[in-house]
């Protein structure tokens, strides 16, 4: 064994491990409903707490052999990133049985033990060398976190070259270049064998990976679609944003219409479907030969703010297949500007302009592709008619399947945003599927009488509308107050059509429910209550969550209440599925799946330590490790995902927010792990962690007033130099987050160098129920309340500091 840690090993193994947690999360965007963020931290997490009781109760047997060990916890983890993945794909786990079916939370606990596997070996290889390496914990811990930042961001620019399956048999081969590499820093006897059965084992791998598919949810659209004779993909295209497949049907062509008229005489055109992520459908539909051939666009309530006043301008946020563009075309509307996020949908609409679409580059010069939030910010013009079209597809959002994912687009704030960039008498019209019992076209009305009470709009009666079909409704929000003959006017567009009235200060009771009939009123009901100063006794009421959702709460699909759930329950043998919040519920069961397997397999063996006679041995408290290091697992994983959450605002991505996040995190607590050494030679370690603490809190309580008016300021900035932005925003308490940690662990390895292992996994379990108790506490009360939390947690965490009796 050399004198010398492996650092480049472990930086490998460290930024492959990290890179691989990020591709997971992009994977089960592609195969669920969910990117499961805070589920793939907390398994990972897991890993790690795992591997150090593993290694407080074999520490001095596996020490002996760290050479061995070391080699093959790399190997382990080379074999198991793709291997535990592709075994994980085959667990029948559905959420959205997880009420009907007992085994379900069986599989999702299978699931999660196989998914954290690799984090285990990862974390062993890595403890292992802590341990081993007492004398420059520092110096290792810093190079482990440096590894993971650079691979948090390396991930990014992998996911725009590669396929995801492509990138995670190539994170395979990263596990075992480490795996190489550590064998020639070790000095391992025998390196050439050991490399013979490193690249046989790569080989066998990278074959079964290759002949492996992504086994996506069937009950996402593309799967349904895939099903109909005569389809097929034919094209895909994957990057960071998501994996588009194109899927036509030349034996029963795609003619999606979302919310038509059942009276409509045009037939829909001929369309091709492009499925992101496996769900949230959109259609590029065929050139029409004659300008009538697009009649049928005018039989949707999305098409009512043409029927009321002649609109000049119009911003489509999210532009899609062109389905907007397409009916602002048909009625007249010469200049017409779109936001879409995604480049490569953009890219679709003049891919195949011979057939399908009839869309130009001169055509699409003004869609303009980055996020709708970041427009609305960069923009200083106004238009007539701002249209958020459907975003999600009817199945994701139907079940409750999407309750779990942050949505800006429809915040108080956002509506503010919105109906800023409207002319004086402009509309913004937003189109929501219909679900039964009313859920989103409650709940976005809410929302935006909140929003207009918020710009001191006192007469809210008069400046909204809203209308339904059988499946979508349309709500009209505009900055000046409704004139009768708009509302005329929209009560003939509704009769010729069969459309419903739902909401307009002229409407009476006798007006509304008439051909799409319920058995109660609820969507007047509920509208008529929140313009008249009774809503919050309505939303108190009402049987689900519609109360208006904003930036620090951004749950809009979340629409349990647990007063709710008994009535649910008992209606779940007879079709309540559609009643049901079952994202919300894997979010409870993962939980409780985490609480189970950390007690199982992290607290109670390390219960059984007090056999050994480290008691009688240590000069440190037990009990104020067991505390310190279990509050800076939750203080630092509290941090980190509420500043998750607020730079997803700010990055417009979930992935690019978790990838330059975590790894600005992970790199500077590097740095401050490094620094903390020095500091601790020259002030001492008490007067350093005094240091530490004051600075996160400070920094944090800082950003906790002061951040969402700085990201106003700087939205406006190109996506690159946000990216820098946020790097330099997160370092400052990051560093000071790094210090803990190391500190801790150093003064043990002066007076108790066995619980290492033991701190290690104390830290691991407190951060696994952390990171699935976080977005709890955030659905409920807000990220700042989450932020909040940890910063109590720090102080505690400076008078528990590890000292000797």
């Excluded at 194109?246 to 369309?271: C, W, Y």
């Excluded at 519920?585 to 063996?605: C, K, Q």
């Excluded at 050494?677 to 906790?704: E, H, N, Q, W």
Aim: charged share 15%; hydrophobic share 45%; net charge neutral.
């Amino acid at each position: 064994m050399t004198s010398r840690p492996p650092f480049i090993s472990i930086f490998l193994l460290s930024a492959s491990a990290l890179a691989y947690e990020i591709l997971l999360i992009h994977l089960f965007s592609i195969i669920r409903y969910h990117h499961f963020a805070y589920m793939i931290i907390s398994l990972a997490l897991l890993g790690y707490g795992m591997s150090g009781t593993c290694l407080s109760i074999w520490r001095v047997r596996l020490s002996s052999s760290y050479p061995i060990v070391y080699l093959s916890c790399i190997i382990l983890f080379g074999c198991s990133v793709s291997g535990s993945f592709l075994l994980a794909q085959e667990i029948p786990f559905n959420g959205e049985e997880i009420l009907w079916d007992k085994y379900q939370m069986v599989y999702l606990c299978g699931q999660f033990l196989l998914l954290s596997l690799p984090f285990f070996f990862a974390a062993t290889a890595i403890g292992i060398t802590l341990s081993t390496y007492s004398g420059k914990i520092t110096t290792t811990y810093c190079f482990d976190l440096l590894g993971a930042g650079i691979g948090s961001l390396l991930i990014i620019l992998l996911l725009f070259l590669l396929s995801p399956k492509n990138v995670l048999i190539g994170l395979t081969c990263t596990g075992f270049l480490a795996a190489l590499i550590a064998g020639k820093e070790l000095q391992f006897h025998r390196r050439a064998i050991v490399a013979r059965i490193i690249l046989l084992l790569m080989a066998g791998i990278i074959f079964v990976g290759l002949s492996a598919t992504l086994k996506i949810s069937p009950y996402k659209s593309l799967m349904y679609s895939l099903r109909i004779e005569g389809s097929r993909i034919i094209d895909l295209l994957s990057s960071p944003l998501g994996v588009l497949h194109v899927v036509e049907n030349k034996v029963v062509p795609f003619r999606h219409v979302p919310g038509m008229s059942l009276t409509a005489e045009q037939e829909p055109l001929e369309q091709i479907a492009v499925f992101t992520n496996g769900d949230n459908l959109s259609v590029i539909t065929k050139k029409a030969e004659e300008p009538e051939h697009l009649s049928y666009l005018d039989q949707t309530t999305s098409a009512l703010p043409y029927h009321l006043d002649v609109i000049d301008t119009i911003l489509l946020l999210g532009v899609g297949g062109g389905d907007g563009i397409l009916q602002a075309r048909y009625h007249g509307v010469k200049n017409v500007e779109g936001v879409e996020l995604n480049p490569q949908m953009v890219m679709l609409l003049t891919k195949r302009d011979g057939e399908y679409s009839g869309f130009s580059e001169e055509d699409t010069k003004n869609i303009h592709t980055e996020d709708i939030r970041g427009f609305m910010h960069r923009s200083k013009k106004k238009y007539d008619l701002i249209q958020l079209s459907l975003t999600d597809s009817f199945w994701g959002s139907g079940p409750g399947l999407s309750s779990l994912k942050e949505n800006y687009l429809y915040t108080v704030e956002a509506l503010q945003e919105y109906m800023d960039h409207l002319s004086a008498d402009g509309y913004l019209a937003i189109t929501r599927w219909i679900k039964i019992p009313p859920r989103d076209t409650l709940k976005i009305f809410a929302t935006a009488v909140s929003s207009l009470s918020e710009m001191g709009v006192t007469d809210l009666k008069r400046h909204l509308l809203l209308i339904r079909s059988w499946q979508t409704s349309t709500l009209l929000i505009k900055k000046s107050a409704f004139e009768e003959i708009e509302i005329r006017k929209m009560e003939i567009f509704c009769n010729e059509r069969s459309f419903d009235i739902g909401y307009s200060f002229l409407t009476t009771n006798d007006q509304v429910n008439r051909f799409n009939i319920l058995r109660h009123p609820l969507f007047f009901q509920g509208a008529e209550a929140m313009v008249s100063g009774k809503g919050d006794s309505f939303i108190a009421d009402y049987k689900f969550n519609i109360r208006p959702s904003t930036d620090n709460r951004p749950y809009f699909h979340q629409f349990l209440k647990w007063s709710s759930l008994p009535e649910i329950l008992k209606l779940r043998k007879q079709g309540g599925i559609p009643l049901l919040e079952s994202g919300y519920l894997v979010l409870l069961g993962t939980l409780l799946v985490t609480v189970l397997l950390s007690l199982i397999l992290i607290i109670v063996p390390l219960i059984f330590l007090k056999r050994d006679p480290l008691k009688n041995q240590s000069d440190i408290f037990t009990g104020s490790v067991l505390l310190y290091f279990f509050f800076a697992g939750i203080g630092f994983l509290f941090i980190e995902i509420a500043f998750i959450q607020k730079f997803t605002l700010y990055l417009y991505h979930p992935v690019y927010s978790i990838s330059i996040t975590l790894a600005s995190f992970l790199t500077f607590a590097g740095v401050g792990s490094q620094l903390s050494r020095k500091i601790k030679d020259s002030f001492g370690p008490g007067k350093t962690m005094f240091f530490a603490v004051s600075g996160v809190v400070s920094i944090s309580i800082l950003y906790l007033c002061f951040l969402d008016d700085f990201f106003v300021l700087t939205s406006s900035f190109s996506l690159p130099v946000r990216f820098f932005i946020t790097v330099a925003l997160i370092a400052p308490p990051a560093i000071f987050m790094g210090m803990p940690f190391p500190l801790g662990l150093e003064n043990l390895a002066d007076s108790a160098k066995e619980l290492i292992p033991w701190a290690w996994g104390i830290n691991g379990c407190a951060s696994v129920i952390s990171a699935m108790s976080a977005p709890l506490v955030a659905i409920h009360f807000g990220f700042p309340v989450v932020l909040s939390v940890a910063l109590a947690l720090y102080p505690l965490m400076y008078l528990l500091f590890p000292k000797t009796r």
